[in-house]
């Protein structure tokens, strides 16, 4: 089952709709105890990362502590139906990211129909990737890379395992480029990081926080990030958009609550996370690890899940991508 997007967007904006004097009371009592933030990711990660740093944020502000509770599995699945099967009453939250956008796709058959059955609360960060090559590898620009790959047909590419936000990027990247590149999938990007380093693999789209001292430091070689805009951490590089026009792929990382979450909670908590947002503190430690703050409303991060799940819905569809 599909919910229409049109349906999601309004079910996104609906809270704003209701009285001013309900939402309010009910942001004065929440929280009244412990509140639980699932990750669908092993701890260390950027999403992990970002959940303690904003679950410590909350827990100060709001006077109640919030728990990381670490629940892998299924690409985020396991986590995700947790929080689908949960109370509506706060205390159960997720960290959503761009895997529940092509989950939706990917996996035919869930026990939760993501954009109908998790409310969005805020969107946080978003994560560049970069396209990179072993220092060996010929090519030093994107333009040469198609050239070379055109040429060479059968290229090894790795990502951190299949329907991966790295593996749909670098599909979309071979229809738009016109090339063929063999797929390696690994379980989870540091493997794919270390066969890149080693001359395993030819190239990569990886997540940018593992990826910038690599590049710094000359043993990986940096020909293209996949945002619209250069990264502020590594602004000599160029946008894959300089040389496909219309290319432009990023993660993302957010929270999310279980459908019908009282309007009062979620704007309360998107108040406040986007309060930790524009932190100085926070926002230095997520320039440090490569993320870009994406603040918004919870119609805004609504609109950006939507848009992500079509997107890459597309993609997965043309690729024939399947789950492991």
Request: charged content about 15%; cysteine-free.
């Amino acid at each position: 089952m599909k919910l229409p997007r049109r349906q999601f967007l309004r079910l996104a904006a609906g809270a704003a709709a209701l009285p001013a004097i309900s939402r309010t009371a009910g942001a004065q009592v929440y929280p009244t105890r412990p509140v639980r933030l699932l990750v669908g990711a092993a701890p260390g990660g950027s999403l992990d990362i970002l959940a303690g740093l904003m679950g410590q944020w909350l827990s100060d502000k709001l006077g109640r502590q919030f728990i990381i509770e670490n629940r892998t599995g299924a690409g985020v699945n396991v986590a995700t139906e947790a929080v689908v099967r949960a109370a509506p009453d706060g205390y159960t939250l997720l960290m959503v990211s761009t895997p529940n956008a092509t989950n939706a796709t990917l996996y035919e058959k869930l026990n939760f129909v993501f954009l109908r059955d998790i409310s969005p609360v805020a969107s946080m960060v978003s994560v560049p990737l970069v396209m990179m090559v072993h220092p060996s590898f010929p090519a030093r620009s994107v333009s040469e890379f198609i050239a070379y790959a055109k040429a060479h047909p059968g290229i090894n590419f790795g990502s951190s395992g299949n329907g991966s936000t790295l593996h749909v990027t670098a599909e979309m990247f071979k229809m738009m480029a016109g090339v063929n590149m063999a797929h390696v999938a690994y379980r989870g990007s540091a493997p794919m990081l270390t066969d890149l380093l080693g001359g395993q693999i030819q190239v990569a789209f990886a997540d940018m926080p593992p990826s910038v001292e690599h590049i710094r430091t000359g043993t990986l070689r940096a020909l293209a990030v996949t945002t619209k805009e250069r990264s502020s951490s590594l602004p000599e590089i160029p946008t894959i958009g300089d040389f496909l026009p219309g290319f432009e792929a990023s993660a993302w990382q957010g929270i999310g609550a279980p459908r019908n979450t009282s309007a009062a909670i979620v704007e309360r908590l998107n108040k406040e996370i986007n309060a930790g947002l524009a932190n100085p503190v926070i926002k230095e430690r997520l320039g440090d690890l490569g993320l870009s703050v994406l603040s918004g409303s919870p119609a805004d991060f609504g609109k950006l899940i939507a848009d992500e799940t079509e997107k890459w819905g597309k993609v997965i569809r043309t690729a024939n991508i399947k789950p492991e």
